[in-house]
Nanobody, 120 residues
C-alpha cells in the first residue's frame, strides 16, 4: 500500500552534482528506514546509503564523502545528494522503503528507479 515516486535522475558531467528525490505516499503507520540502491544492467544491485527512523545513517564506502542521504519529514520525501560525480556512478538508482503498515505488518517496498548517467 506504499508508493515510492522517484525523480531527479538525468545526465550530468563528471565532477557535477545531482539530487534524487523519493516521495513516500499511500497507507503506512511508520517509516523505519529509507535507503538507496543502484544497479548497472547485467550487474548485481549495490547498496548506496541508508537512514533509519532514529537518524542513523550508513553510506557505502565508494560514495562516502561525496553522497549524502537526507529527508524532509513534512514533505515525506527522502533525498540523495550526489556531488563530485564520476562515470562509475552511472546506474539506475532505486529508492527502498522499510516500514510498518497500517495493518501493523512490516513491509519492504521499492521505487521504479531513475536513470543517472555521468559523462566524462
Amino acid at each position: 500500500q506504499v508508493q515510492l515516486v522517484e525523480s531527479g535522475g538525468g545526465l550530468v558531467k563528471a565532477g557535477g552534482s545531482l539530487k534524487l528525490s523519493c516521495a513516500v505516499s499511500g497507507s503506512y503507520f511508520r517509516v523505519n528506514a529509507m535507503a538507496w540502491y543502484r544497479q548497472v544492467p547485467g550487474n548485481q544491485g549495490e547498496f548506496v546509503a541508508r537512514m533509519t527512523r532514529g537518524g542513523t545513517t550508513n553510506i557505502e564506502n565508494s560514495v562516502k564523502g561525496r553522497f549524502t542521504i537526507s529527508s524532509d519529514n513534512a514533505k515525506k520525501t527522502v533525498y540523495l545528494q550526489m556531488n563530485s560525480m564520476r562515470p562509475d556512478d552511472t546506474a539506475v538508482y532505486y529508492c527502498n522503503y522499510q516500514g510498518t503498515g497500517s495493518d501493523t505488518k512490516d513491509s519492504n517496498d521499492w521505487g521504479q528507479g531513475t536513470q543517472v548517467t555521468v559523462s566524462s
